[in-house]
């Protein structure tokens, strides 16, 4: 089963809005990460969170992880156009040299 | 950061025929590689995992006659769509791990992809 399911998979915004997208996933982990895709291209490494950690930033990203929940949650500030893209977060069950399992993705479209 | 390379981006090939792509760490070494299919507007499903010097590691339900991975150095590895069909067609997305000179190598860095059509 997917590992990690994201909600919505899709959303759209306004330029200067926030943008938060959601993840679950079912089994135990040692981190999360999320990435995002442009249409057409690989994926992008945008923000690591461990599962002893609660919260952590970078630049206009805030992430958070309720492993009691099993679901994390992906907050873009100050949306801009460029943002639009595929958001996808990932589960590594057991930490460095493990596979990476990926949900479903989440569509996320800034009008300007 | 680190780059990984993915060539050929885009090919279109006859039914029948193979094909090659492949994924080069430009800038660090990589004991290991990913390799994912990904249909429009889906997530990406993990193909095989590919270590140097070693065979890969293949997911259930994929065919490792079909799809051969060689990942001869640390830092190339390709994929082989042997007589490709139709349903071959899909993006192809490689990944790796980093191997020192990192903190962490618990991130993946990504290929740009290999979209192949297959006539």
């Known amino acids: 089963s997917q590992q990690g399911e994201e909600d919505p998979q899709a959303l759209s915004i306004q330029e200067g809005e926030n943008a938060t997208m959601n993840c679950s996933y079912k089994?135990?982990?040692?981190?999360l990460q999320w990435y995002r895709q442009n249409s057409g291209r690989g994926l992008v490494h945008l923000i690591l969170?461990?599962?002893?950690?609660r919260e952590k930033h970078s630049g206009r990203l805030r992430v958070t992880l309720d492993t009691s929940k099993k679901s994390s949650s992906l907050l873009i500030t100050a949306s801009r156009a460029a943002d639009t893209a595929s958001y996808f977060c990932?589960?590594?069950?057991?930490?460095?040299?493990?596979?990476?399992?990926f949900g479903k993705g989440i569509t996320l479209s800034v009008r300007p | 950061g680190a780059v990984v390379s993915q060539h050929p981006s885009r090919v279109i090939c006859k039914s029948g025929t193979s094909v090659k792509i492949e994924c080069r760490s430009l800038d660090f070494q990589a004991t290991t590689m990913f390799w994912y299919r990904q249909f429009p507007k889906q997530s990406l499903m993990l193909m095989a995992t590919?270590?140097?010097?070693?065979?890969?590691?293949?997911e259930q339900g994929v065919e490792k006659d079909k799809f051969l991975i060689n990942h001869a150095s640390l830092t190339l590895s390709t994929l082989t769509v042997t007589s490709a069909h139709p349903e071959d067609s899909s993006f192809y997305i490689c990944?790796?791990?980093?191997?020192?000179?990192?903190?962490?190598?618990?991130?993946?860095?990504f290929g740009s992809g290999t979209q192949l059509s297959v006539l």
């Open positions: 089994t135990s982990i040692n981190n």
């Open positions: 590919s270590n140097e010097g070693s065979k890969a590691t293949y």
């Open positions: 969170i461990r599962s002893n950690e």
């Open positions: 990944s790796a791990r980093a191997v020192g000179g990192y903190a962490t190598n618990e991130k993946l860095f």
């Open positions: 990932a589960t590594d069950r057991t930490g460095a040299n493990s596979k990476l399992t």
